[in-house]
């Protein structure tokens, strides 16, 4: 259609955003200066034929604008979802950066992605693939030794295994990791496997370290282990003054504590943003980040004061809505940055 021709016809076009696009079926360009192509909301689209030997960066996002009321909470697999992630894997050699957002994608959908993976990959985001489990993220890491981003936010199904494959095949090459509204991980998981990737700029968890009953709920719609070199030293955590019962973060590690609480141990010496956002399972932090520049605690509520230490002297932007006071206090003294507690 006309937009096919004027991708062509636009000789010195490096950049395509499409958005909204419910109806479009194909995507069929061809151009010798794209070098990124988005494409958003595509629920129709059942073909990908690129010729475009520039695309280095490449997003492709299938599901609808607006939810369908009633629709499945955990969408089974589908054979055209499986044919995109071919046709993208034949026809885009030279990428860089890729996101998948596709519900219905599971492990052998990814292994299609993967099955002729660029040799220059280094950011790869499969979001929302809530079928995806820990095999599939094994898989990942022997096609794509080169990562430095991995984006794998809303596979609500990987567990901890997951993070200790991530840990072992990239270490501190990763700079990049971001597995929010992953139900399955735990305190103790992110503690140990976090230990040695000493080279994060930027940890993005939020709403995966939940109480039991909020990761049930949320995990819900889903249903793996890899031994760490070296594990580092959990947290302990203080009896806490009771203000909601039991669980949390659920380990069968021997670091889990009182009250089937458990605490986080963060020392990264790089990473600058850290977003814990609605992790309701954290029940004491112990942050040694000298580069840290922003935090998200919001909504963290099982944590308290008592439990926390945070050494990030360069902090400049704190967010804390819906914390306890005695957090508010503490990062108050120990940050010398006063808290954002306004709700979002």
Not at 46 to 53: A, N
Not at 61 to 89: F, M, N, S, Y
Not at 270 to 285: I, T, V, Y
């Amino acid at each position: 259609g006309g937009l096919v021709r004027l991708v062509a016809a636009c000789t010195d076009l490096r950049r395509v955003t499409i958005e909204g696009c419910g109806a479009l079926k194909e995507l069929r360009f061809q151009s010798r200066s794209l070098e990124s192509l988005s494409v958003a909301h595509a629920e129709a689209l059942r073909t990908v034929e690129l010729r475009c030997p520039q695309l280095s960066e490449l997003s492709v996002h299938t599901a609808p604008l607006v939810p369908r009321a009633g629709g499945d909470a955990k969408p089974a697999p589908r054979e055209h979802e499986h044919a995109l992630a071919r046709q993208i894997a034949e026809c885009c050699p030279r990428l860089a950066r890729l996101h998948f957002a596709v519900p219905g994608l599971a492990d052998r959908g990814l292994a299609a992605l993967l099955s002729n993976t660029p040799q220059g990959l280094k950011a790869l985001c499969v979001t929302g693939a809530v079928n995806l489990t820990d095999q599939a993220v094994e898989a990942m890491v022997g096609c794509c030794p080169k990562l430095e981003l991995v984006d794998l936010s809303g596979c609500a199904s990987l567990t901890d295994a997951a993070l200790e494959t991530l840990a072992a095949a990239y270490g501190g090459r990763l700079t990049h990791l971001l597995m929010a509204c992953c139900p399955r991980l735990t305190c103790v998981g992110m503690t140990n496997a976090t230990a040695q990737m000493g080279g994060l700029q930027l940890l993005d968890v939020g709403m995966s370290l939940r109480q039991a009953s909020s990761a049930m709920q949320q995990a819900q719609q889903t249903p793996r282990r890899v031994p760490l070199k070296r594990k580092a030293p959990a947290l302990e955590v203080a009896p806490k003054r009771s203000r909601r019962g039991g669980g949390s973060c659920a380990s069968s590690d021997p670091a889990e504590v009182a009250g089937g609480e458990a605490g986080m141990a963060l020392h990264l010496p790089c990473l600058q943003r850290l977003s814990l956002w609605g992790c309701d399972g954290l029940a004491g932090l112990n942050l040694e980040c000298p580069s840290l520049l922003d935090l998200n605690l919001n909504q963290c509520t099982a944590l308290e004061g008592i439990n926390m230490s945070a050494k990030c002297p360069s902090l400049v932007a704190l967010s804390a809505a819906e914390c306890s006071q005695s957090v508010l206090d503490a990062l108050s003294r120990q940050c010398r940055v006063l808290p954002d507690t306004t709700s979002l």
